[in-house]
């Protein structure tokens, strides 16, 4: 299927990710718990938004130890894109 490029806003029909373009700007709808905001008044558009990660760990693991190995190896990714 080809879409035809649209120009001005479009609404989002269904929740999902999303690639975007350099470029393009991102909105929050209203009511959601993102915060969209401009940093250091430079123009740069930050979007902020809360995200829940699950754990799931085997009956033959450690949990505490897993579910920390899991977060550690979440946080330096994380950092890598800083």
Not at 8 to 20: D, F, H, K, N, S
Not at 24 to 40: D, M, R, Y
Not at 51 to 63: F, H, K, N, S
Not at 71 to 80: H, K, Q, V
Request: hydrophobic share 45%; aromatic share 2%.
């Amino acid at each position: 299927m080809t879409l035809a490029p649209q120009a001005g806003p479009t609404v989002v029909q269904r929740t999902g990710l999303a690639l975007v373009h350099e470029g393009e700007l991102v909105v929050p709808a209203q009511g959601s718990e993102a915060v969209l905001s401009v940093l250091n008044g430079d123009g740069t558009l930050v979007l902020e938004f809360p995200i829940t990660v699950e754990v799931r760990v085997l009956p033959a693991c450690d949990p505490d130890q897993h579910a920390d190995r899991t977060l550690d190896r979440l946080t330096r990714a994380l950092e890598g894109l800083a």
